[in-house]
């Protein structure tokens, strides 16, 4: 008999423990290692100030941006960015709000584990760069 109750347990609990989802290994912090731009051929490196930034996705569909080493602004680390995020089509689409702007915008979740996310978005333009890739790798979970 405990031993029947046992394998219940062990039922259960590896019930439970099913592979995380999308927005589960979407929540944490991220640091972009690298940003490329497409300009209607290839991508290729760019140079940004905002290659070194950190995304924190917080579970209640929350981000905030934040400076990394290399400043844009010329002063300290600070929030440069926060707003909404929710994952559409099976985690391969990214749409974010952002506070101050009108609108969603939509990137393509083209790499997404619990080391690395790459995203890439069309940036609305007609002339390059048409679109931009960045690369993330996790500095944290939540």
């Given at each position: 008999m405990r031993a029947s109750w046992i394998v219940v347990l062990m039922v259960v609990m590896l019930g439970a423990c099913g592979p995380a989802t999308p927005d589960q290994i979407l929540v944490g912090s991220w640091?972009?290692?690298s940003e490329e731009s497409f300009d209607g051929n290839e991508f290729s490196a760019s140079d940004s100030c905002r290659q070194d930034d950190v995304m924190d996705y917080t579970a209640d569909?929350?981000?905030?941006?934040?400076?990394?080493?290399?400043?844009?602004?010329?002063?300290?680390?600070?929030?440069?960015?926060?707003?909404?995020?929710?994952?559409?089509?099976?985690?391969?689409?990214l749409v974010e709000t952002e506070v101050g702007f009108v609108g969603e915008?939509?990137?393509?979740?083209?790499?997404?584990?619990?080391?690395?996310?790459?995203?890439?978005?069309?940036?609305?333009?007609?002339?390059?760069?048409?679109?931009?890739?960045?690369?993330?790798?996790?500095?944290t979970g939540e």
């Open positions: 640091q972009r290692i569909g929350g981000w905030q941006r934040f400076q990394g080493a290399t400043l844009c602004e010329g002063s300290d680390n600070f929030t440069v960015a926060s707003g909404g995020w929710t994952l559409k089509g099976d985690g391969t689409i915008y939509e990137a393509v979740v083209e790499e997404l584990n619990e080391e690395r996310f790459v995203r890439t978005h069309a940036t609305g333009l007609t002339s390059a760069p048409l679109s931009l890739r960045w690369t993330h790798v996790r500095v």
